[in-house]
């Protein structure tokens, strides 16, 4: 049975920082990576990470974020740095299996405020 466990969400001043952690379980992965939703808004990208390390990112946190991953522990993280109010959302852990199966973690939630 595969599941995702995202964690690391929380209440952050603009600028602040955080590390959010994603542990996949299951299956083997293909692609990790980390979506996010902001209120009245569609799930969008934020970065994803291969098997190989190859990542891309959203524009809107180029510079700003870094995503890795461990593969030997199946895991995947996001560092948010200077982070800022319209990165407000809730954060989703997603996967992809070998057989190209898709998978999403519970979210966490990211408020950037003062």
């Known amino acids: 049975q595969v599941q995702l466990v995202d964690s690391g969400g929380g209440l952050v001043q603009p600028g602040g920082s955080l590390r959010l952690s994603c542990a996949a379980s299951g299956s083997i992965f293909t692609v990790l990576g980390w979506y996010r939703q902001a209120p009245g808004k569609q799930r969008e990208l934020v970065a994803v990470i291969s098997r190989g390390g190859e990542t891309t990112y959203a524009d809107s946190v180029k510079g700003r974020f870094t995503i890795a991953r461990d593969t030997a522990k199946n895991t995947v993280y996001l560092q948010m740095n200077s982070l800022r109010p319209e990165d407000t959302a809730v954060y989703y852990c997603?996967?992809?299996?070998?057989?190209?199966?898709?998978?999403w973690g519970q979210g966490t939630q990211v408020t950037v405020s003062s």
């Open positions: 997603n996967a992809n299996d070998v057989l190209a199966r898709d998978y």
